[in-house]
Every structure is written in structure tokens, then in C-alpha cells.
């Protein structure tokens, strides 16, 4: 079992940062692949960025490549989502996500723990 608590999110204008983590609790986090998802008022949660449990491999969505970056700590079961460049169409509830497995998805449907969410609001 993987408990997921989401934290950083907030206000902030465009062009902004901000970091979003995940702490984990429960003895199996090395054994999992991560996932941030976000769901924005009126549309579907959406896959936004995934990390293999090593942390050796990543993947975004094309919206967000190179301004989003995915990490974990694994000693500290923590993954984080730095995310640069903030837009307006940034704004949504971002949600953290572990799957039991090597690799990160895009479904959401292959996930099997998830955070409670994280309101990030983008002002232009």
C-alpha cells in the first residue's frame, strides 16, 4: 500500500515557477513508477509527466516538454514536478500517481494510488 500527499501548488503569474511534491509513505515507493496527472475545470484529467521507478527514464506530454521536469528522490520517497514557465492553460488540480511496475503510463487507468491533488492556478 502507497500513501501519496501532494503539496506546492498555489498562485502564481505567467512566466512563473513552481514546485510540486509528492511525499510517499509505505515500504514498496522503490518498486513503483510515478505519474503527475492534472485536470483542469470542465476536462478530463490528463497525463502530464511520468518517471520510471529507477528515475532513469521520463516522459511529457508535448505541452509542457521543456518547461515541466520530473524527478525522484527516492531516500526521501518524494517525486517532484518543477514546473517552469508557468501559462494560463497550466491552471488545473495537478495529482500525483504510483503504479506498481517498472515503467510510468499515460493511462491513468494503469495507476493504482493517488494523491488527493494540488490546486495550481496561472494568472496572466
Known amino acids: 500500500q502507497v500513501q501519496l500527499v501532494e503539496s506546492g501548488g498555489g498562485l502564481v503569474q505567467a512566466g512563473g515557477s513552481l514546485r510540486l511534491s509528492c511525499a510517499a509513505s509505505?515500504?514498496?515507493?522503490?518498486?513503483?513508477?510515478m505519474g503527475w496527472f492534472r485536470q483542469a475545470p470542465g476536462k478530463e484529467r490528463e497525463f502530464v509527466a511520468g518517471?520510471?521507478?529507477?528515475?532513469?527514464?521520463?516522459n511529457y506530454v508535448d505541452s509542457v516538454k521543456g518547461r515541466f521536469t520530473i524527478s525522484r528522490d527516492i531516500a526521501m520517497r518524494t517525486v517532484y514536478l518543477q514546473m517552469n514557465s508557468l501559462k494560463p492553460e497550466d491552471t488545473a488540480v495537478y495529482y500525483c500517481?504510483?503504479?506498481?511496475?517498472?515503467?510510468?503510463?499515460?493511462?491513468?487507468?494503469?495507476?493504482?494510488?493517488w494523491g488527493q491533488g494540488t490546486q495550481v492556478t496561472v494568472s496572466s
Open positions: 518517471i520510471t521507478k529507477s528515475g532513469g527514464s521520463t
Open positions: 500517481a504510483a503504479r506498481n511496475g517498472w515503467s510510468y503510463s499515460r493511462d491513468m487507468g494503469a495507476y493504482d494510488y
Open positions: 509505505g515500504r514498496t515507493f522503490s518498486q513503483n513508477a
